[in-house]
């Protein structure tokens, strides 16, 4: 270090590779004073000085395709401003498919970013690929995508000019400081200790790629990531290789090939890849390349390269890399603040898209430290998705072996992980496997999405179309429509909150008057002081003080965050996660009062069992408790159970069901069955960026009760002003039978686009696909303006008919639930 180190920073950065250089120059720019930014080594010295530095904007979600269209078009910007050159060249990208599977999935991504409107992405034919890049063999090609506007750039000058341009606006970017201690206090940052004194600040930011997750340990913060061995080759020079060729992916033979210096770069997405650095990383590690595994993991992928370019199998090789970089068990990279430290942030895990999104996410991360909270939906990279058991080890290392390979994997609907499965596990676990469920898993949870019939293995067999469980799973559909289903539900998330002032500060935090909910379950919603959702749940007053919250599996530690960050320090008032202590059975369906009332001994009329209705019963030996509710828009119990007690009171509703013709249904049934009734599911239809109003519940908002609720005068402003009809969550039904929706379908009025599907399956009681989605429009999206246009869904790049309704196509007026 040849600076003296400060004393106090606004923030300080740990970690000056290209994200974190990106997050102190956008600091900077908003006007932080005093931020430091600290390299243990060298600046770029880790994972990003080795990266292919591929510039592309095609993403899975609208929210990444505006952040990489960001990052490409600051590239431009940083030259100009800082003078130091990034090395960008918009030489376009090529993907190309030998499989129809490909081709469709090529497709899909086409029109939904098309749709997203920030990047245009043109299908091609061979003829079009061959005269875009003359060195392909075309021979087995069905055709392809290019994006004329996508490029590459050098790693470590996109890293300098960030640094140039945070130095030139005032940050101090050190090199040679080590971060040996995140100093907290009372649960927020305090400072950092590093080998050359401490700095006092109130914000740290963890920027530092495969070290992140043991750094985070250290201060209780979980970052779930792992390094992995990553290859590419470079050949010698040759003069058919123009530095203009575009960027050429072959996701099915797990290649990329670029122009560098004169000859080609060949780099591997193998699909099972080798986890690195499981002893911990050298302290030392600097610029360093990896033995690694050439002939297993290099070379099949080199020879595939050499059939889809064939001058490569007689050109010159002139290296052969082997460096580490980090992947998280989502393959999502990781932003925002952590839930365990208060001013502690991350953006780390960038799995291998660094360089083209280090600008986005360093924008991103800069906004949320400066405003508290994302200026963009991110809730599917927002560091509070992850769980404990994610950041072991043994977790980390072996999912991250697999997330490498994903990223060039088909990416299948309902595509499960096959690694670091059976973490958490329902108390019917063992039930469900004898009746033959097929899992998939969130946040840990083995979940049965289906059951097999017997003598059919429970697996999944992946396609675009009509996959292996479809008819199955619409004979649970149907069960639940017309006769009797009991779904696990367990892995719900559940919290008891208790003490004095939990219902004031319920009042505060939650929409619906709780005041209200006496023996009722009450849906409402957590809203932003702007009125965008930040939690979809619903709330049970068991006692005078004491509140059972219930929301989704994913999205436990982002509840309890909020939850808890909204309790004052003299208020009296307790929040517990309870989600392991109890199971949850929801029995639905126009034969469940039958089949549950001799089994309850309740009398369970809608005169004494109102829909809402919670109260305590027993169920043979255990104490239960049952409330009236669904999910599914059927008349339905769900039963609380606790989890010791889940696996007799199972044989219980089993045995009992026997007579009713009572079916066990999965999760891919609750959400068919809940598209047909628009009930919305969480971070897919509604997030912190949409409002009650827009997505059509704006009955959740008793804008009239005692203590008004986070974002009451937001949207007491939306309805005010009616800005909310401008943007509307509409339901879909496509007329024609066969096309199958699952998200991110392009939504088009006449020929114009105005909007994508946040949701989609098939709704086996409408006979058709159903989608939600937000019509935007600067005519008001009323039903009667819907009704006298002509819709239709984008599908592949084929658009098919649709009706379009901001009231539910399956029982409208909700009377077969209540």
């Not at 059972?548 to 309790?567: E, M, N, P």
């Amino acid at each position: 270090m040849t600076e003296s180190l400060p004393s106090t920073a606004s923030a300080v950065i740990m970690g000056g590779g290209v994200t974190g250089a990106s997050v102190a120059y956008h600091l900077a720019k908003l006007g932080w004073q005093d931020v430091v930014l600290l390299e243990r080594r060298q600046f770029a010295c880790g994972t990003t000085w080795h990266a292919a530095g591929l510039i592309g904007t095609v993403r899975a979600n609208e929210s990444h395709a505006r952040l990489t269209e960001y990052s490409m078009r600051l590239l431009h910007e940083l030259e100009q401003e800082t003078g130091q050159s990034t090395g960008f060249r918009q030489v376009g990208s090529l993907s190309v498919a030998h499989s129809q599977a490909r081709w469709e999935e090529l497709r899909r991504v086409a029109a939904m970013n098309n749709a997203f409107g920030v990047t245009r992405v043109d299908t091609v034919t061979p003829d079009e690929i061959r005269s875009l890049f003359p060195l392909v063999e075309t021979s087995d090609l069905i055709g392809g995508t290019f994006v004329e506007h996508d490029g590459k750039g050098n790693p470590i000058e996109i890293t300098n000019a960030f640094i140039k341009g945070a130095r030139q606006r005032g940050a101090r970017c050190l090199e040679g400081v080590r971060v040996d201690e995140v100093v907290i206090e009372g649960g927020r940052v305090r400072g950092v200790r590093t080998e050359h004194g401490v700095i006092s600040t109130e914000f740290v930011v963890n920027c530092t790629g495969m070290w992140a997750r043991r750094l985070g340990q250290a201060s209780g913060v979980n970052i779930p990531l792992h390094a992995c061995e990553h290859y590419y080759a470079v050949t010698e020079k040759h003069e058919l290789v123009t530095p203009d060729l575009p960027v050429l992916r072959d996701h099915d033979k797990c290649l990329y090939i670029k122009e560098d210096a004169g000859g080609l770069l060949v780099g591997a997405f193998e699909q099972r890849a080798v986890a690195w650095g499981k002893q911990g990383i050298p302290e030392d590690f600097s610029f360093d390349e990896l033995p690694g595994h050439m002939e297993e993991q290099l070379m099949p992928v080199l020879e595939e390269a050499m059939v889809r370019v064939p001058m490569l199998a007689d050109i010159g090789w002139r290296s052969f890399f082997c460096g580490p970089e980090s992947f998280t068990p989502d393959d999502q990279f990781h932003v925002g603040q952590a839930p365990e430290v208060r001013g502690y942030f991350v953006a780390a895990g960038l799995n291998s898209v660094g360089i083209q999104s280090a600008g986005g996410i360093g924008k991103v991360c800069a906004e949320w430290m400066h405003n508290g909270y994302s200026p963009l939906d991110l809730w599917g990279n927002d560091i509070r998705r992850m769980y404990p058991f994610m950041g072991t080890e043994a977790f980390a290392a072996e999912r991250a072996e697999e997330s490498l390979g994903l990223l060039y994997a088909r990416h299948y609907p309902y595509r499960q992980f096959e690694t670091g499965r059976n973490v958490r596990l329902s108390p019917l676990h063992q039930r469900l496997l004898e009746h033959n469920a097929c899992f998939g898993q969130v946040a840990g949870w083995e979940r049965p999405n289906w059951f097999a019939p017997a003598g059919v293995e429970p697996v999944y067999e992946y396609s675009f179309g009509r996959q292996n469980w479809f008819d199955y799973s619409a004979a649970e559909h149907t069960a639940a429509r017309q006769g009797v289903a009991l779904f696990d539900q367990s892995s719900f998330s559940k919290y008891l909150v208790q003490g004095r002032d939990s219902t004031r500060v319920l009042q505060r935090i939650c929409t619906a008057d709780i005041e209200q909910c006496d023996k009722r379950i009450v849906y409402t919603h957590w809203l932003n002081e702007r009125g965008g959702i930040e939690a979809d749940l619903t709330l049970t007053r068991l006692a005078e003080n004491e509140y059972l919250v219930i929301s989704g599996a994913a999205t436990t530690h982002k509840d309890l965050h909020w939850l808890r960050r909204h309790i004052g320090a003299d208020d009296f008032c307790t929040v517990t996660d309870v989600t392991s202590q109890y199971a949850i059975f929801g029995v639905m369906g126009p034969k469940s009062r039958a089949m549950l009332e001799p089994l309850l001994g309740l009398d369970l009329s809608n005169e004494r069992f109102p829909f809402g209705r919670s109260i305590n019963a027993e169920l043979g030996y255990a104490p239960v408790r049952i409330t009236r509710v669904s999910f599914v828009g059927e008349l339905g119990w769900e039963l609380c159970v606790p989890a010791e007690m889940a696996l007799p009171a199972f044989d219980r509703l089993w045995a009992a069901g026997q007579t009713h013709g009572l079916k066990l249904a999965g999760l891919h049934a609750l959400d068919s069955c809940r598209i047909e009734k628009k009930f919305l599911h969480f971070g897919h239809d509604v997030a912190d960026e949409d409002t009650p109003l827009e997505a059509g519940v704006g009955f959740v908002c008793a804008m009239d009760k005692s203590v008004p609720f986070i974002g009451h005068d937001a949207i007491a402003r939306q309805k005010d002003s009616k800005s909310y009809l401008h943007k509307r969550l509409v339901q879909f039904v496509l007329k024609d039978p066969e096309p199958l929706f699952y998200h991110h379908e392009p939504i088009h009025m006449g020929d114009e686009c105005v909007g994508y599907l946040t949701s989609g399956n098939y709704g086996h009681t409408l006979g058709a696909s159903v989608g939600l989605g937000y019509v935007r429009h600067q005519e008001p999206v009323t039903e009667d303006w819907l009704t006298s246009r002509q819709w239709s869904i984008d599908v592949g790049g084929q658009r098919f008919e649709a009706s379009a309704s901001l009231r539910a196509a399956y029982d409208p007026g909700g009377i077969r639930m209540r």
